[in-house]
C-alpha cells in the first residue's frame, strides 16, 4: 500500500489549491472504514493535523484553517481531498497523508503561499 499526494504548488496569498491523497494498493473495505488524515508541517516547526475524516464525517483539526478548508473523500477512486480555500502565507508547508490502519505516510507535497 502506498499513500500519493498530488496537486501542491505555489500559489498567492488569497489562492486556493486541492491536495489528493491515492491509497495505492488498499482494499477498498478497509479504504471505507480507514480514518485518513492530512498534516502539515512548517520549516523548523512540528508537524501538525490538519483535518481527518472517517467514513463520511471530515472534521477540521485545526482553528486556524476552519472555514477555508475542507476534507472530503471518494472511496471508489480510493483518494481523500483537502480543499483549501483563501490561502495565507502562513498555509506554507510540506503536507502529508496518513492512513490509521496502515499506519502509513505519504511521500509529503509542498504547499507555497507567497504575499
Known amino acids: 500500500v502506498q499513500l500519493v499526494e498530488s496537486g501542491g504548488g505555489s500559489v498567492q496569498d488569497g489562492g486556493s489549491l486541492r491536495l489528493s491523497c491515492k491509497a495505492s494498493?488498499?482494499?477498498?473495505?478497509?479504504?471505507?472504514?480507514?480514518?485518513l488524515g492530512w498534516y502539515r508541517q512548517a520549516p523548523g516547526k512540528e508537524r501538525e493535523l490538519v483535518a481527518t475524516?472517517?467514513?463520511?464525517?471530515?472534521?477540521i483539526e485545526q482553528d486556524s484553517v476552519k472555514g477555508r478548508f475542507t476534507i472530503s473523500r471518494e472511496n471508489t477512486r480510493r483518494t481523500i481531498y483537502l480543499q483549501m480555500n483563501s490561502l495565507k502565507p502562513e498555509d506554507t508547508a510540506v503536507y502529508y497523508c496518513?492512513?490509521?490502519?496502515?499506519?502509513?505516510w505519504g511521500q509529503g507535497i509542498q504547499v507555497t503561499v507567497s504575499s
Open positions: 496518513h492512513s490509521a490502519s496502515h499506519q502509513l
Open positions: 494498493g488498499m482494499i477498498l473495505s478497509v479504504f471505507t472504514s480507514d480514518t
Open positions: 475524516i472517517t467514513g463520511g464525517v471530515g472534521r
